[in-house]
């Protein structure tokens, strides 16, 4: 058997046991050294290639394509610096548990290391940031070899998805010549060897005896509290709230908890607690017996001063598997179950003695105050807060809303009211960075849903370029670009008080006119003034096929002054409210 058999032979053997373990997508950024990875993935019929020139792009592609699908999605390079550029992806995948299966091609080992073009050291390049590296051997094609391909794309597979998801890494040295030969017998390779043994895993269940210990540490607390941090276990949320409505007791859900939208009760459901946590007086007033969390810690900095406010509280945080997540420094005990299942044990062991009517009470009113204060007012010029109003206003059902990092987010949290609407929240909350929101989003639609991103312009700044793979698979996106001409989220921080320095290092204006760069990529533009002109200007979006962009002009300073009276007003009627 020849090179090119082999290598053909080996590769194909790799890729069709991928397919076997369910993967669908590779994001494919064109180079040399990889074409034989670049080869067989774009031959197979199971597997869907995306071509996506820059690889910081067509990772963060990868990234959304696979959150929202919650399956593995290959991402394929060639050796060197492109490799180098998946990594902020990479990071981000790790931290909020989404599986990546990363391939990367390299040279031969005689060739690293002696000053070989385009050769780095690429041996676990991502070090801590991927769950498992792999540096496959070199291409053999006898049955023992498939049938190690085959194994390694299974265990790649399969540790993407396994516990807490996350990425891997497979490193392929290659020999030239790499173009392999599609014409050959069996090219997939049943004659040769066969899959591998399917992986099995089950769930983490919590058993009777653990219940009843857990229900005794319980006993006698009444002032208790749900908390949903971001999560996307769709089955989440009917099983929260309805242990917190056979508990009596309040849910507070973060914005991307995926429990503020959708057709499960709602009556025990906070969603305004970031305004009226900002306020000392408050947070000492709802001092709680017991926090159950769910999910990573919520977005909001009041509920973090919270908890912190009140460290001595016995707080619970249930994960599906190991994980720490608990940055504000407290005593907490960890309960690694699956978490629907842990709901509904304890909604069947209720016994009333977790019931506390007034303490309820005290969260749903101050809740119906917050709701009142977002939704009255409408500014001559939009604000920000405005155009999220806006946005949930007219949303279409069934779609998904991308949020992104800063402000977006932020604003996310103080006007997303519940709704009945099925709105799937997904965001890069897993390091929290600025870059990529854009491929992110414009991978999340790859699936078919319609998406809507908001985002800042530094944001959009960032990832122009992610921009190409909407206008090159003709995708459906509606961006909802909020233009403040800099970072928004720094005038709400201490440095703003520094004009000498603040402008220049934490404002950082762009000055760019983005239409000029939407109408470049084929998009639609709007540009809307006000609140009104904003709703019928994404239900146009939405009617369009393909990239739209709705891009607001607000400015930094009265954005904060509008958020800072609106929190201001609803902490003074609280207050009045309890005189």
Known sequence: MDHIETLT??????????????????????????????????EHKMIKEWVILDERSAAFFALGLAKKTKRPVVIVCTSGTAAANYFPAIVEAYYSRVPLIVLTADRPHELRDVGAPQAIEQMKLYGDYVKWFHEMALPEASPKMLYYARSKAARASHIANQGNAGPVHLNFPFREPLLPNLSIDDLWGNQYTQSTAPMMEG??????????QLLKKLQGRERGMIVCGPQTEERLAEAIT????????????????????????????????????????IREQLKPDFIIRFGAMPVSKAYLFYVQQHADTLQIVVDNNIGFREPA???????FSDPVQFCEILTDRVDGSQKHEYWTTMWLDKNRIVKKQLTIGIEANITEGEAVRGLLDVIPNESVLYIGNSMAVRDLDTFFMTT?????????????GIDGMISSAVGAAATNSPVTLVL??????????????????NLN??????????????????????????????????????KQAILMYGGKYMQPATEEELKKALDESYQHQGLSVVETRTSREANMKWHQEKWAAIQQEILESEE
């Open 420 to 432: 009945s609407k099925k709105v799937s929240v997904l965001a890069n909350r897993g390091a929290n």
């Open 456 to 473: 800042g312009d530094l944001s959009f700044y960032h990832d122009m370029n992610g921009l190409l793979a909407a206008k090159h698979y």
């Open 9 to 42: 032979r080996y590769t194909a053997n790799f890729i069709d046991e991928l397919s076997k373990n369910g993967v669908t997508d590779a994001v494919i950024s064109p180079g040399s050294r990889s074409t034989p990875l670049a080869y067989m993935l774009a």
């Open 329 to 335: 420094g407290n005593q907490t005990e960890f309960v």
């Open 203 to 212: 769930s983490k269940l919590i058993d009777e005896s653990q219940v009843s």
């Open 477 to 514: 996106l509606t961006i909802l670009l909020i233009n403040n001409n800099g970072g928004g989220i720094f005038s709400f921080l201490p440095q703003a008080s520094d004009k000498k320095h603040f402008e220049a290092l934490f404002g950082t204006p762009v000055d760019i006119d983005f």
């Open 242 to 281: 309805e242990l917190a409505a056979a508990w009596k007791i309040p849910v507070l859900a973060d914005p991307l908890s995926q429990i503020r939208a959708g057709t499960h009760n709602k009556d025990m459901v906070i969603e305004g607690y970031d305004a009226f946590l900002r306020n000392e007086e």
